[in-house]
């Protein structure tokens, strides 16, 4: 019995795929061609903010810039305090002015 049901579920699964390679292979138009360029233009966005944003990293102070370019590697305040040989306080202390500092920065561009 098991050789039979084997041997069925095996020619379904064979006719199943004959059939769905025998299906045209377009899909219909619809709204995500609309969606795509909104898209493109979502990226050329987060890339111009990503230069922005690189450039206020780098006119930072070294301390500061060090903590900023961990915080956004996503490494976690306790990562960070022991790389950098400080306390998570300070880390919590120096992303807090972080924030601060590039905000003014990118609200002047």
Do not use: W
Not at 3 to 12: C, I, K, L, P
Not at 31 to 60: I, N, P
Not at 67 to 90: H, K, M, P, Q
């Amino acid at each position: 019995m098991r050789t039979f049901v084997a041997r069925v579920t095996h020619n379904v699964c064979v006719s199943h795929v004959r059939r769905a390679s025998r299906a045209p292979k377009y899909d219909e138009l619809s709204d995500t061609v609309l969606d795509k360029a909104q898209t493109a233009d979502d990226a050329v966005v987060r890339a111009d903010l990503g230069r922005r944003l690189q450039v206020a990293v780098s006119g930072l102070p070294h301390g500061m810039r060090q903590v900023a370019t961990l915080y956004l590697d996503d490494f976690s305040a306790r990562e960070i305090a022991e790389t950098l040989g400080i306390s998570e306080g300070a880390v919590f202390t120096r992303i807090t002015r972080l924030r601060e500092m590039l905000r003014k920065v990118m609200d002047t561009e």
